[in-house]
């Protein structure tokens, strides 16, 4: 059985975890959990909750331990339960990964020290403060780390992990059975091909909530050095 | 306030609401309904359960409908609750929209007939027994009918729709802030890239439940004709 790990945490951008979570549970014998501190319902960002399968003490070892992302990471970033349970788990599995700005909780847990890491691109100049090493793609590897860009990033991400656990025949059948042939309406899905005024704009209305985890990235940074 | 309502079933394909409510949840004005007969959580197809905003009776008249589809579909098609639920709100909405092959449900509800429909490609020959006419785009449109087709498809969806609901440069805000510049990591996400063995592997794997999910198609033809 591949055990495959979510961490479900509140606020977290649901898309991080489901568009992954829906590729690999059609893995052959693959199990997906989705895993908090109790069964009660979490809150996702989107206002509907979604339900834990397992908890931090009862979840098993995981082949797959996958930290997705949302603003609701940065309350995880100085969590000792949280990250205690990431790295319990993160010694065990076979792959650490992470999507969107996910990278930051395994970053803040230690676990991305002198490792190659995916995030979100406007989070991604966060990771260094981890010792993680930044890189702008839609999908890194380094060693059993696996992680994703910001989250549509997790479908190519889950792709990927899929061809990794079964082998490429098998991920080929899940991009057709998942009809994924993207065409995004328009050409801006990353700041390059945006522009300068798309991105300022967008950081302007997020400047508050990156002012209050910028807070809790600068704690958690302090904490592990 | 612009309300938008996803239909919430059992054995739902998660990714085709989750997916467009990521994007449709950040629409300014904009509230995510996901709408089922009680509140209790429903079992989506990955495993996990997702808990319902509303109910049928209770929910608010809907600005956008949506029906996405799975497995769990067929069993909708001949549920004369969820046909009534989707019928009394599709009157009053300003678009009535699906993905994947959730289109079948609105067809089995009769709010198809002679409306051009996307659905997932496995399924798309399905549509002319409720009087629509099947189009293999990722997304289409027929007057306020808004149709994305399989499983991904939906974030094109979502961000077609975002565009008609707020505005092309809210949309572009939108597929930057969600990063959706896909790399798929092979060319295989329709029948026509995939190629006739990848098709046949995926037919016959996934043939038990299309013969199941055929009777009740052919049931709630039938029901409509």
Redesign the interface.
């Known amino acids: 059985m591949i055990h495959i790990g979510f961490l479900l945490f509140p606020k977290v951008?649901?898309?991080d975890l489901?568009?992954p979570?829906?590729i690999l549970?059609r893995v052959p014998d693959a199990?997906?959990h989705?895993v908090w501190k109790d069964l009660q319902?979490v809150e996702t960002?989107?206002?509907?909750?979604?339900?834990?399968?397992t908890t931090f003490d009862d979840c098993p070892q995981l082949t797959v331990l996958c930290v997705p992302g949302g603003f609701g990471m940065a309350q995880q970033l100085n969590d000792e339960t949280t990250l205690s349970f990431l790295r319990r788990q993160g010694e065990g599995a076979k792959y650490v990964t992470s999507v969107?700005n996910g990278s930051l909780v395994l970053g803040a847990a230690g676990m991305l020290q002198r490792y190659k890491s995916a995030c979100?691109?406007a989070w991604r100049d966060y990771l260094p403060r981890f010792g993680a090493v930044p890189v702008a793609e839609?999908?890194v590897r380094d060693r059993n780390r696996i992680s994703g860009?910001?989250?549509?990033?997790g479908?190519?991400f889950g792709?990927?992990l899929a061809?990794e656990l079964a082998g490429?025949a098998q991920?080929?059948?899940l991009?057709?059975?998942?009809?994924?042939?993207?065409?995004?309406?328009?050409d801006?899905?990353?700041?390059e091909?945006?522009g300068g005024e798309?991105?300022a704009?967008?950081r302007e209305?997020?400047a508050p909530r990156f002012r209050q985890a910028e807070a809790l990235i600068e704690q958690a940074a302090l904490a592990g050095a």
């Open positions: 951008t649901q898309l489901t568009g979570a829906q549970s199990r997906v989705l319902p960002d989107v206002g509907f909750s979604i339900v834990p399968t969107c979100h691109w839609r999908v860009g910001g989250v549509t990033a479908i190519d792709l990927a061809a490429e991920a080929k059948l991009q057709l059975a998942f009809e994924y042939d993207p065409k995004p309406p328009f801006c899905g990353t700041p091909k945006a798309l991105v704009r967008l209305l997020q």
